[in-house]
Structures are given as C-alpha cells and as structure tokens.
C-alpha cells in the first residue's frame, strides 16, 4: 500500500530564510505527487504537482519541489519565505492505477511551518 | 467558478446522536471525497463518490456512510456519535476519479461532539 511521510513535524525559519520541507513516498508504480498547503481553519489548497516529465516542478507562491525517484522523495523548497507562508503542508500520493489498494489520495502527516519575522 | 461548499461549517452533537455534512463541488466535476482531519491522526480518507457510486471506501466503521446526489452534490453521515469523532471533515472534489486528478478541497465542517 501507498504512504507518505514527512519526517519534520514542525520547522521554524526566518522571514527571507530558505525553506526545505520533506517528503518520501512508498508507492508500487508510478507515482502522482502533490504539495498542498493549509492556512488555520482553512481548507487545503495545492501548490504544486508532479506526473511526469521534467522531475523539478513549479508551483505556486514561488514554491518548487524535485522529484528524485531513486530517493522516493519529493522535496518542497521556497528561496526566500514571507511570513504570510506559515502554515501547515502536506505532500500526498496518488497515481494513474485504478486499483482499489491505489485509487486514493494518501496524504502525509503534515509539517507545521512558523515563520519567524 | 464557485469552489467546494460544505455546510455547516462549524456544529456540536453529543453523543448517541447523528449528523450530516453536505458538500457541492465545484460545477463539472463528478468526483467527491471525503477526507477526515484530527491533530493525532491527519488526514485520513474516509470515501469518494464518482458519479452516485462510491468507488473506494477507507477504514472507519459503518457508522459512517456517505451519498452523492445526480447533481453531484454529496452528504455524509455518521451516526450514534462518538467523542472521537470530533474533527474537520473535509469534502474534495476532482475532475478525475480516484487517484489521478487534482483534489480541489472545500473549507471544511469542523464537528465537536460532546
């Protein structure tokens, strides 16, 4: 079965400091990957995705993540963070297999994003 | 374009009794999913309907049970209340079923039983 883990459950950095977020993936085909992230009392919103192709993706918000199959990882980085990107992200899998045991999203525990001004 | 709408947003059961959520996606898209979020144990799926049908189904008991109406719209219901089932329910909707399309989430509807 599908599953994601993000080993940061929360990471703090500073207003115009780099970002990193990580996430590895267990999947048993090619995978669909997919950073979303969440504002308090918010729902989630997507931020980027991966399918194929070109490994590095572009998103959203200036964000961006790799995939590197050979890791099962599909990091999230941001050059510089804003304060207004605190909040909660996701990375979640899913794919083009339309078997029961992979024929939903699986999302990741969640890392929690402080920014400190 | 209107994004997923799920009423109520916020209400309060005690327990033995049941409650339902409603959610309507966003127009065109066929696919619901129902997503259940607490602080211990994240996001956790609870189903999806793709066109009235429920295609997949996650591991919660039969107490919880979902529907989706010809027009897509989508309620799920959870009976004889228990305290841990207070959370953020959360409704998706995509284009595409399953596991290969964009989820497009609403805002939530955040149950408090006690």
């Known amino acids: 079965a599908q599953s994601v883990t993000q080993p940061d459950i929360h990471i703090t950095v500073s207003e115009g400091a780099s970002l990193e977020l990580r996430c590895n993936y267990s999947y048993g085909a090619t995978p669909y990957l997919f950073w979303y992230v969440q504002s308090p009392g918010q729902g989630l919103q997507l931020l980027l995705k991966y399918f194929s192709g070109d490994t590095l993706v572009q998103g959203i918000k200036g964000f961006e993540a790799e995939f590197k199959r050979s890791q099962s990882s599909f990091n999230l980085r941001k050059p510089s963070v804003h304060w207004s990107d605190a909040a909660e992200y996701f990375c979640?899998?899913?794919?083009?297999?339309?078997?029961?045991?992979?024929?939903?999203?699986?999302f990741g525990p969640g890392t929690s994003l402080s920014v400190i001004p | 374009k209107a994004g997923v709408t799920q009423t109520p947003r916020y209400l309060i059961k005690t327990r033995g009794q049941q409650v339902t959520l409603s959610c309507s996606p966003i127009?065109?898209?066929?696919?619901v999913s129902w997503y259940q979020q607490t602080p211990g144990q994240g996001l956790q799926f609870l189903f999806e309907y793709f066109s009235e049908t429920q295609r997949n189904k996650g591991n919660f008991p039969g107490r919880f049970s979902g529907r989706q109406f010809s027009n897509s719209r989508s309620e799920m219901n959870v009976s004889t209340l228990e305290l841990g089932d207070s959370a953020l329910y959360l409704c998706?909707?995509?284009?595409?079923?399953?596991?290969?399309?964009?989820?497009?989430f609403g805002e939530g509807s955040r149950l408090t039983v006690l």
């Open positions: 127009s065109g898209h066929r696919s």
């Open positions: 998706a909707s995509s284009l595409q079923v399953g596991a290969s399309g964009e989820l497009f």
């Open positions: 979640a899998v899913g794919g083009p297999k339309l078997k029961t045991s992979y024929d939903k999203v699986i």
